[in-house]
């Protein structure tokens, strides 16, 4: 009980602690990390929901973030329709993106689901690299600066950015924990842990994954939109990035899949070391971020596969001197 | 008309070749240590910048580097499986699918970082060199990577249905527990399976160079094609990879040849994806109906 | 009342392998059937046909008067069919709570209700005092205990038992055999797969014996220990014309 409390004020503090940080840090440049530490947070928390608790190991979720930055483009380029609109919009075409994509997809386990997704990615990718039709093609297209001009979402300082982005994440976290306690989060585990054992006790498996992959192609397509109006630019390379769909999975694996936080705490500890490299070795190296990343990941793998909050759970059990049993039935 | 098809199936044919040593050896990896190896394009590429250092350095043909590149690779992937692989047999999806794919990662950026992105290319004297006849344009140094793929792939057939670690190894492949049982160690069964899978690739490499640029991605392009082939000849089988890379190999020069020069990854894609349409079936582990 | 299990024709082969050949019988309501047979006879393949995870090549299936085939597990499972694993797949990272709660949701939506139906049905196999470990932690047989608990969560009227009682040793098979009495006594009708003939012959009066995929006795205990197929499918032609021992206990 006594650890719930202390949890819960470690929380409002936390919360109280992000919502006055632009006050306080007004540098243009550590806005811009946190920035990237919450977008990432909200992009590993959307693909946690599958990835992480489902253990439907994607690794195209650039698909859907994609699909959420053009369709938000074009309608604000196009039709003058706010990206605000767009945002939503986006998000609704990606999840009915999800719904052909995933029917493809989930007619293979493991490591060849994980696979397909990276084709359906790609192909879109290809797709938009091509048709210069719709979609100006490979050069992609800059957002018209208006300055600052809210309803359009583009603000004058970064500060806006920041808040949209964590209200972005507590929405995506909101939505992992209301999932979490109900009848859908015990069967996204329980598809994670076996599937036919899950199916044998009546969980209707095709449907549970259907549904939390449209959340989280929902999700996902929001951030494409936010990173767009962000920087101001589009085209296939950056919105159907390959690295996307990497940090999505890495962060989440790193701090833990299936857990609440463990995307949160992925991201933070990833983009600070690369915020560090960057700082100690300037952009003139290639390869380097994705080398240290590459070998967190292993080390992760090899040694804690539940990740930094599996770790923590581990010693906090310890810690209580009592068998993990007897400690979990307490807490 | 004619010609022009056959030229592209020629052409197809040809670099079906190398797509089938890349295949063969994911392909015999899942099928024996039941794992996908997400790395096997970086060890390709690994290929290729030994046989480029050997041949700018020592003056030695890539081709004949294949004496080097092919038991070099074999001691990595050897040490992989001893280090890595071993680690995380037996555990769920997530480990095994996550480290290859940030040994492939690593692989690949740690070339960026060390070699840089530039393209590097061997120059050999019958890299310009083609075979004319019946109106078609065979070039020498593709057509001498086709022959010894095939060679290569015949070796590995040889190797599989006669000696007893190959046949050891189809058994592991089939029933692992039965093959256990019947005193075989599995970890010096998937040791040995990782070593060919890696010198094939590294083959492929050496083989690849006459003609093709070295750079850290090159794998990518290389193992895209190999995971499709693969999944088309069934999982774990090795005729079937090889027949589907020429297949595919095939495919993407029609596809070059008809649609359009950058259209030759989207018909390798679409066939996948059609496959996972249509037929699914014995095309994954634990799809059962 | 309809009967509870009809299987009529089933047939299933795998490639070369005819696993199912043929097979019919009908389990009456609330009846304890024993389906027994040598290894590889094709009694889990029935198993697996039956809930829906393999579509048969002929045959009907069908429960409490509906028609299965064609249907997807989790749905044969709403309808009141629920089976246990011969190899227990519990779900290894969550509690034993949490495992047998995933069964509970299929009729009870709130988290709560739930949790309290799910405390019933792990009250019931014994495991009460291990609701908290995970699943991965528990011994063979209170994995065992835990599979059978999940399956009864879901309220089934038809149990599916996949050899629950290797390797028990006596005093466990005894608890097993009580367990399987007891479901019987609340109305459950219940197809046990098992090798042991004594925990057979205590719980079930009706068996049916498979070999090599086909249907060679079906019976009450005392004449299918009798039968000469049966004799000779277990034990080889050699034991096929010897006397049944007095008091039938051929085992």
Known sequence: ?331 | MLETIAQAVINGLLIGGIYALVSIGVTLIFGVVKIVNFAQGEFVMIGMYISFFLATQLGVDPIVSLLVTMPVLFCVGMLVQHFLIRRVLGLNDLPQIFLTFALSLLVLNLALMLLTANYRTVHTWYSDEALHFAGLYVPVAKLAAFVLAMVLSALLWVFLHTTDLGKAMRAASQNRDVAQLMGINPNRVFAVALGIALALAGAAGSLLMPFYPAYPMVGQVFVLMAFVAVVLGTLGNVVGALVASLLMGVAESLGIQFVGADSGLIVVFAMLLLTLAVRPSGLAGGRRR | MADALVINGLNKRFGGLRAVQDVSFTVRANETLALIGPNGAGKTTAFNLIMGFYRPDAGSVSAFGAELVGMRPHQVCALGVARTFQVAKPFGGMSVLDNVMTGAFLRDRSPDAARAKAREAIDFVGLSAREGTAARDLTTIDQRRLEMARALATQPRLLLLDEVMAGLNPAEVDQAVALVGKLSRRGLTIVIVEHLMRAIMAVAKHIVVLDHGQKIAEGAPKEIVANPEVIRAYLGSSYAHAPAAPGGAAS
């Open chain 1, 1 to 331: 009980m006594r650890l719930k409390r202390l949890g819960g004020i470690a929380l409002a503090s936390v919360i109280a602690l992000m919502l006055l940080l632009p006050l306080a840090v007004t540098s243009s440049f550590a806005l811009d990390i946190l920035i990237r530490v919450l977008l990432f947070s909200f992009i590993g928390t959307a693909w946690n929901l599958l990835g992480g608790y489902a253990r439907q190991l994607s690794l195209g979720h650039a698909a859907f973030f994609g699909l959420g930055a053009y369709t938000s483009t074009l309608l604000q380029i196009d039709f003058g329709i706010s990206p605000w609109i767009g945002m939503v919009a986006g998000g609704v075409v990606a999840l009915a993106a999800s719904l052909p994509i995933g029917w493809l997809c989930f007619r293979l386990r493991g490591p060849y689901f994980t696979i397909a997704t990276i084709a359906t990615a790609q192909v879109l990718m290809l797709i938009f690299l091509k048709f210069r039709d719709f979609a100006w093609g490979a050069e992609g297209t800059t957002i018209p600066n208006l300055g600052h001009a809210p309803l359009m979402m583009q603000f004058d300082g970064k500060a806006y950015y920041y808040y949209i982005a964590l209200g972005l994440l507590a929405l995506a976290l909101a939505v992992t924990a209301r999932i979490e306690r109900s009848r859908v989060g015990y069967y996204l585990v329980a598809i994670g842990e076996d599937e036919d054992a899950a199916e044998a006790i009546g969980v209707n498996v095709p449907k549970v994954k259907r549904d939390i992959y449209m959340i989280s192609a929902f999700l996902t397509a929001l951030a494409g939109t936010f990173y767009t109006q962000y920087i101001y630019f589009i085209d296939p390379q950056t919105a159907f990035n390959f690295n996307v769909s990497i940090e999505a999975a890495l962060v989440s694996i790193v701090g833990g899949v299936g857990t609440l936080w463990g995307p949160v705490i992925g991201t933070v500890l990833l983009e600070t070391t690369s915020a560090l490299l960057q700082s100690w070795l300037g952009n003139s190296v290639g390869g380097v971020q994705l080398t240290v990343y590459s070998l967190i990941l292993m080390a992760v793998i090899l040694w804690r596969p539940t990740g930094i909050m599996g770790f923590l759970t581990e010693w906090r059990a310890r810690r209580a001197k009592a068998p993990p049993a007897l400690a979990k039935a307490q807490a």
